[in-house]
């Protein structure tokens, strides 16, 4: 790519490409940035599994602890990964009784259909001395997030929703079909996922002093074939229930 004419608008366009990949990596995967300073070249997965970076991307890692190395003590070296960590540290030793005086007490999250764990990591730290309600659109009012498409398998350690009656713990390919929507395991990726994540923040008893859990699922009253899906895919039907 460098090799061609207009070397230094080249420079400039793969530079630009880099900084927005590692601005991302800020917001979506600071525990890979985390590794990569302390000289781990690896990528956390799923929970605390870790996988090693591969070959072709270990220029990744070796870049980001450059990076650091060159603006090591400079006023500059504050990314927002460390920013984060920092004001995870701070808000621990947040409670009731020591909320900072402009805090509101009541945040309200409303109309998102998806969060990076960073800002459900603010969230939930804030819940500490203010009350966080979270808003979230969701399809389906079983559990779905062991739903799969292809070899995609979730496991969570708890979840918020019921599983529905009859469905086995684990699902595959090989029993899908029989138990779940197929459009909701091939499009529904990306909420699954945000739900999923959500389970691991969402602790009943944290804030039962609060407000009780609010679930407002409504069957669709019509008949048309969008609605007769929606329906399906509310209540977690598959294609031969359907």
């Known amino acids: 790519f460098l090799s061609g004419g207009q070397e230094a608008r ?33 990528l956390h997965v799923r929970g605390s599994e870790e996988r090693a970076v591969p070959a072709e991307q270990l220029w990744q890692p070796a870049l980001w602890r450059a990076l650091i190395a060159d603006i090591e003590g400079s006023v500059a070296n504050t990314s927002r990964a460390e920013v984060h960590t920092r ?25 998102l259909s998806s969060l990076p764990q960073q800002t459900l990591d603010v969230l939930s730290a804030l819940g500490r001395c203010c009350q966080v309600i979270l808003c979230v659109h969701n399809p389906c009012q079983y559990h779905w997030a062991d739903i799969i498409e292809d070899k995609d398998l979730l496991r969570a350690e708890r ?4 599983r529905k009656p009859g469905m086995p713990v684990q699902l595959d390919d090989h029993n899908l ?15 699954r996922d945000y739900i999923r994540l959500l389970d691991h923040y969402d602790v009943p008893e944290s804030y039962a002093h609060w407000l009780d859990r609010v679930d407002l699922f409504r069957e669709s ?7 007769d899906l929606q329906n399906d895919i509310l209540n977690l039907n598959p294609v031969h229930e359907s």
């Open 10 to 42: 080249r420079r400039y366009q793969l530079a630009e490409r880099v900084a927005d990949l590692f601005d991302q990596y800020q917001v979506y995967r600071a525990d890979w940035l985390e590794s990569w300073a302390d000289g781990q070249d690896v």
């Open 87 to 111: 004001f995870l540290e701070a808000a621990a030793k947040l409670d009731g009784n020591s909320r900072p005086a402009h805090l509101p007490r009541r945040v309200v999250v409303f109309g």
């Open 159 to 162: 979840q918020r929703r019921a």
């Open 177 to 191: 079909h029989l138990h779940a929507n197929p459009l909701l395991a091939a499009w529904g990726k990306q909420g």
């Open 221 to 227: 009253d019509g008949r048309s074939l969008l609605q």
